[in-house]
């Protein structure tokens, strides 16, 4: 017992999955005062879940340990509830109110967490509270936390989507964040919101390919599929059709069109690639060595519908070495490579070797790279193909087996110079005493002698004696179309053939009868045979067409009804009489010879990589891959501001850990200084707390994440999206906001009726200092607000424009021209300004770093696209020249 008792404490928190305890124990754990109890029942639940054995009675006592003071219960109930909460949206709603109080949790898990639950409660009326929390959210300081309100947008989507509109601003917003946590999940909504929407892309698609290779593996391969459909609309077609021949520099006259031409394999063909096409494919490049295969077939999903088609060589090794990594995706990578190689076998040649089958291969395998082998075949590589081929036939597995005869067929039709090897090895095979075998034999034969009969009669003798003993329907079906096609090549043969399988007829498979039927018109039609031979031929017919008349089989039946009104019906009348004439032309005309299929189904429809190609046919959400546009698009779009990337976002994320860690070894001292704080707001006005607070939201939308981009001028056809600043997280929470009385809400029909775009909105600060009068700018006038919140730029600091227009004319193209900044300042100007309407007000921010001399003016000018108006701002104090 003791030893167990080690035993036990050795493995740790193990123990939960070897043990399977009674319902009754945990729900004494849990209604129990003492946390550990508690923390111990919730491990034993999450263990059952993750085992796959059913907790689901255990839920309300789960959920109503959620006012648990203990982080690490919280966090395992947190874990139970977001499992079981599309079962239990009833009981889950209960606790909504507490849901919302955790989300103003100092710890980001819980925070994070509570949103997962809220999300996933299935319950279209609280739509739009979740919808408020995902908001808020969307803007907090803890990108782990965005990561999630992200991922709750498609949840919300689908309970009603009606809030698309309000859904889509959100989503935009999140795509200008710099974290790569929270692009990929952005990128996600994007692909399950609007994957339509384009022009949310062109200002964020430079980026997106920069810090492609930093998101992580799942958001790499969301990011490539949504870059590789925006490249399909807006960047022209890098195939052949929209090439341009290539010269040389120096082009003698007189030269012929084929002397130009490269003769020594050199595509003379280039493709005048636009610079943000060339900038994909350089980005994604590095992703080939991912060890990942769903990024890797991304990649090359994505160089495959638009990269040129000599740069698609470049992932050939990238797939052969993840074809070869895991058993699991080895199915899908095949079938993609076996699509790939197709359209462009060339690039796969060189390493056909790689196809070749294992012993460990599953059937499915085996069956894709048989198929590939046999399109990568050629004149130099057939010979070890082939000689690979002689192995596979004398495995064990029939069904193995009768795939190899198949390849070996295609292969024979592909390459004539080797279809007598192959008829030779398929001849080994009609004496196999596994029917399934020689008859798969027989027919891959019967499909190449009808191209070149003539030249083996040996072969066709030896198939007519099979008769005897083959006994599989398609096969004795061959046999009989290859006697009846070729009797002349085996005249004494043919009709003995021909009795022996009329004395069978009723015994025959329906395939075989109708060959029989076939075979008794070829022969008698046949006008080289003695008079003696063909009257014994008429009478064997006749008896066969009598039986044929009472088949069950209605096509039986008709062929019979046909071939006996052309052959003995006697019709003097003219059209009978042209009829015998044309009988021969009728049942004797030549039939084209049967093609291989050497191409999988057609999968070539789908998108590479994506389940409908999996599965051929077209699977729920799949959105079939856009053509290239005929004209180049507007190549201006993408043209924004891109000074922002000179900072790193690791010299961010670091800042920001070091932060915490500070906060956290001072957490005693802040809340001490928390706590004088709220004192001393107390003791100040109700208008300067409200100044404050509008103050701090009207900031950055990242105050106090580093990695963001600054916040960009809207577009007038997209409402911008309202903000909401999240509290810095080295300082104290702040005061949970009073939650949504759920029943009050639900009870309510206004606020179910009323529109989210309406219940939260854009908070307008009302401290501004002027920075341009309106005397000095003929109209224009210039606000600031110095925000308390950090600038996203290391050493910075975040300066709120607002720009009115108080003339009567349209003031166009406002921007920052000309700057004199003393020694050491710097300063990253606001977005130009298109056109601001008589009475119009639009914000902007910029972002400045005072000089050497904290004191110096930071000089310069603001243009208009009639005036510049020179400023000088000193920080504190600012004036206009």
Not at 21 to 47: C, F, G, M, V, Y
Not at 104 to 125: C, G
Not at 836 to 862: R, Y
Request: net charge negative; charged share 25%.
């Amino acid at each position: 017992f003791f030893f167990d008792y080690l035993t036990m404490k050795r493995i740790g928190d193990s123990q939960y999955f070897a043990q399977t305890p009674k319902l009754d124990l945990i729900q004494k754990q849990l209604d129990s005062d003492n946390t550990s109890h508690k923390l111990e029942a919730l491990k034993r639940l999450i263990a059952m879940i993750s085992k796959g054995k059913e907790s689901v009675s255990m839920f309300p006592y789960v959920v109503k340990n959620i006012v648990s003071s203990s982080v690490e219960v919280k966090k395992l109930v947190y874990m139970y509830l977001i499992h079981y909460a599309e079962q239990k949206p009833d009981e889950a709603l209960l606790s909504i109110s507490h849901f919302q109080k955790d989300m103003t949790d100092k710890n980001q898990f819980i925070r994070a967490s509570a949103l997962r639950v809220l999300s996933s409660i299935r319950v279209p009326l609280i739509a739009q509270i979740v919808m408020i929390a995902i908001r808020k959210c969307a803007n907090d300081g803890s990108p782990f936390v965005r990561k999630v309100a992200a991922i709750a947008i498609p949840k919300v989507y689908s309970l009603n989507e009606e809030e698309r509109d309000a859904l889509v601003g959100v989503i935009e917003n999140l795509m200008g964040d710099n974290n790569t946590i929270v692009l990929g999940a952005a990128m996600f909504a994007f692909s399950e919101v609007c994957p339509e929407r384009y022009d949310l892309l062109h200002k964020h698609y430079r980026k997106l390919c920069r810090l492609l290779v930093d998101c992580d593996e799942w958001g790499q391969s969301l990011i490539c599929n949504c870059l590789l459909r925006y490249a399909r609309t807006q960047f022209l077609s890098p195939f052949k059709e929209g090439y341009k021949k290539k010269t040389a520099f120096y082009n003698k006259k007189g030269a012929s069109d084929s002397e130009g031409d490269s003769s020594d394999g050199e595509d003379p063909y280039v493709y005048d690639m636009d610079g943000d096409h060339r900038l994909l494919l350089k980005s994604t490049t590095p992703l080939l060595q991912s060890r990942n295969s769903a990024v890797v077939l991304s990649i090359a999903s994505l160089y495959f519908h638009v990269a040129p088609v000599s740069e698609f060589g470049t992932v050939v090794k990238s797939l052969l070495r993840i074809a070869r990594s895991s058993r699991e995706s080895q199915f899908v990578i095949l079938t993609n490579i076996s699509s790939m190689a197709a359209e462009r076998p060339g690039v796969f040649r060189p390493y056909f070797k790689d196809f070749f089958v294992s012993t460990v291969d599953a059937s499915l395998i085996r069956e894709l790279k048989l198929n590939i082998l046999a399109m990568l075949a050629t004149e130099s590589n057939v010979p070890t193909i082939l000689k690979e081929f002689r192995v596979y036939i004398k495995h064990d597995d029939k069904a193995f087996v009768k795939n190899t005869i198949g390849a070996l067929g295609r292969v024979a039709n592909n390459i004539p110079e080797v279809a007598d090897a192959c008829l030779t090895d398929l001849l080994g095979l009609i004496n196999s005493k596994v029917e399934e075998t020689a008859a798969e034999a027989v027919i891959i034969m019967r499909h190449l002698l009808q191209k070149q009969a003539l030249n083996h009669p040996r072969i066709v003798k030896k198939l007519a004696k099979l008769l005897d003993t083959i006994q599989v329907p398609v096969a004795r079906a061959s046999i009989i179309w290859l006697v009846g096609e070729f009797h002349q090549l085996i005249p004494t043969l043919a009709p003995d053939c021909f009795r022996k399988l009329a004395k069978s007829f009723c015994e025959e498979a329906d395939c075989a009868k109708l060959q029989i039927i076939t075979l008794g018109v070829k022969l008698y039609l046949n006008e080289k045979q003695d008079a003696k031979v063909k009257a014994r031929i008429a009478e064997i017919f006749q008896f066969v067409l009598l039986m044929a008349k009472y088949d069950v089989l209605y096509d039986i039946r008709d062929r019979t009804r046909m071939a006996r009104t052309l052959l003995f019906t006697e019709d003097d009348t003219q059209a009978g009489k042209v009829l015998r004439q044309k009988v021969k032309d009728v049942l004797l005309c030549e039939k084209a010879p049967p093609e291989f299929d050497t191409k999988p189904q057609d999968q070539s429809r789908f998108q590479l990589s994506s389940m409908s190609h999996i599965v051929n046919h077209t699977a729920s959400g799949y959105i079939a891959l856009p053509d290239f546009p005929s004209a180049q698009p507007d190549m201006g779009l993408r043209d924004v501001d891109d000074r922002r990337h000179l900072y790193s976002d690791d010299e961010a994320d670091t800042e920001s850990e070091s932060s915490e860690s500070e906060s956290d070894e001072t957490s005693e001292e802040e809340s001490e200084r928390s706590d004088s704080d709220e004192s001393d707001s107390d003791k100040s006005s109700s208008s300067d707390s409200e100044d404050s607070d509008n103050d701090s939201a009207s900031g950055s939308s990242s105050g106090s994440d580093r990695g963001r981009s600054p916040p960009r001028q809207q577009q007038p056809e997209y409402p911008p999206v309202p903000t909401f600043s999240p509290a810095p997280q080295s300082a104290a929470p702040a005061p949970a906001e009073k939650p949504i009385d759920i029943m009050e809400f639900l009870a309510t029909s206004e606020n179910s009726a009323k529109p989210i775009s309406s219940m939260a909105g854009s908070v307008e600060d009302a401290q501004r200092q002027p920075l341009l009068a309106p005397g000095a700018g003929k109209g224009l006038s210039i606000q600031y607000v110095v925000s308390g919140n950090p600038s996203t730029y290391p050493g910075m600091q975040l300066i709120k424009l607002w720009f009115q227009n108080q003339g009567s004319g349209e003031i166009s193209q406002v921007h920052i021209g000309h700057e004199d900044l003393p020694d050491g300042a710097d300063l990253i100007a606001f977005p130009p300004i298109s056109s601001i309407s008589p009475g119009a007000t639009l914000p902007a921010t910029m972002h400045v770093k005072p000089g050497t001399a904290a004191s110096a003016p930071l000089k310069f000018e603001v243009w208009t696209s009639n005036d510049q108006f020179p400023v000088s701002l000193v920080l504190g104090k600012n004036l206009s020249l």
